[in-house]
């Protein structure tokens, strides 16, 4: 009998063994599942701003639950420029999006409805001047199959170099050269270094910057990329409605001022009619004995003689 438990144990031993060693690699795989086939990276200092722009592009693999969110850690002197998720249409679509401090590191997390994301940070990370230098860790929450990396070469740069070098470069239609990069298999959460050097006599950047604007406060997700009504646009408005309201109560002050003067002016009008009533005609005295005449008389009261004038 106790032959026939010892052996009963084992066996539940044995099938449990068993079982957790089918499940545990099924339950790894799960929670590893989700991966990026293909990250694209382009690094961009004082491309429309003096400082460095960090993009990250890329698509959730297939088996990614959805929605899904997404962490990223940027420097602490970094700054969101983008949040975005690229809805079936093609069209990116911004995302809100939260900073999370955790010591020194700083973490955006946005939630994507959709494979497809982007994501930009401005970093203050360029040692000046004119000698210029920067260092960029890319670094990523999630593996990524292949990871292409694209470092671009300021405008009215020179002695530009990159470590590690480049695999190769290429040039843009508005005249960049960009040193492009290749990295396969890289793990969820390790940091790939890059550091260039330059010389650079101006503190322009090399294009003027397009402002996108804020992120709503909720309601319908805002359209990536969308363009911010222009500050000039406004201030004309506001001084077209600032003279449209001058002149409307310059109308206004002139109509009370009309409508008060003119009761002073029939009131005016009218007393100096009044007032203008035919002068008495003079005393006529008789030129003969002196006597006054009355109004109407032809001759002397007194003596008869005709009156003059009468």
Sequence with gaps: MRLIGARH???RVTLLLLILGLTAPMALSAAAAVSIPVLNVDIWPEHDDPRVLVIYRGELSSDAPLPYTLSFEIPASGQVNAAAYRATDGSLISAQY???QDGSRLWVTFTIPERGFQFEYYA???ARRPQRAFTVGVVFPLPVGVMRVSVEQPMRSSAFTV???AGGTTQTTLGFTHHLY???GWPAGRVWTVRATYRKADENPSIPRVVRPPQPAGGSPAPFGARA?????WAAIAAAALGVASIGAFLVLQRRERSGRAPAVAAAQGTSKRDRRPDA???VHCTNCGHRARP???FCGRCGQPLRGA
Aim: net charge neutral; aromatic share 8%; proline share 15%.
């Design 182 to 184: 290749t990295v396969t």
């Design 98 to 100: 939260e900073y999370r």
């Design 281 to 283: 005609s003079p005393p």
């Design 163 to 165: 470590t590690p070098a």
């Design 296 to 298: 109407g008389d032809r």
């Design 9 to 11: 144990r084992a066996g």
């Design 229 to 233: 009504t222009p500050l000039w646009v």
């Design 124 to 126: 203050d990370l360029i």
